[in-house]
């Protein structure tokens, strides 16, 4: 069983900045990838960014490539995303989820574990 927690989000302006944090319990979290996903009322909950266990695999939607990163810190069982250059766009509520995988998981339907989210809110 693993248990996700995620923070960091808040409002900000078009243009700035938030870097998200998910923490997992459990010893073996270097045995999942790790995925970012969100989700706007209304809407079908999209894929972000995915990482696999050891960090070398990444994969993004093209609507935030070079705009957003996503790393983990297996030592402190964490992964982040760090988001630069936010677009009302952006306004979500983002989730992490964790699958076992060697490489990033773009589909939300694979992954076992979800955290309970965290609002994100980009004004204009």
């Known amino acids: 069983q693993v248990q996700l927690v995620e923070s960091g989000g808040g409002s900000v302006q078009a243009g700035g900045s938030l870097r998200l944090s998910c923490a997992a319990s459990g010893r073996t979290f270097s045995s999942y990838a790790m995925g970012w996903f969100r989700q706007d009322p209304g809407k079908e909950r999209e894929f972000v960014a995915g990482i696999g266990w050891s960090g070398v695999s990444t994969d993004y939607t093209d609507s935030v490539k070079g705009r957003f990163t996503i790393s983990r810190d297996n030592a402190k069982n964490t992964v982040y995303l760090q988001m630069n250059r936010l677009k009302p766009e952006d306004t979500a509520v983002y989730y992490c989820?964790?699958?076992?995988?060697?490489?990033?998981?773009?589909?939300?339907?694979?992954?076992?574990?979800w955290g309970q989210g965290t609002q994100v809110t980009v004004s204009s």
């Open positions: 989820a964790a699958v076992r995988s060697a490489v990033a998981v773009t589909m939300s339907r694979e992954y076992d574990y």
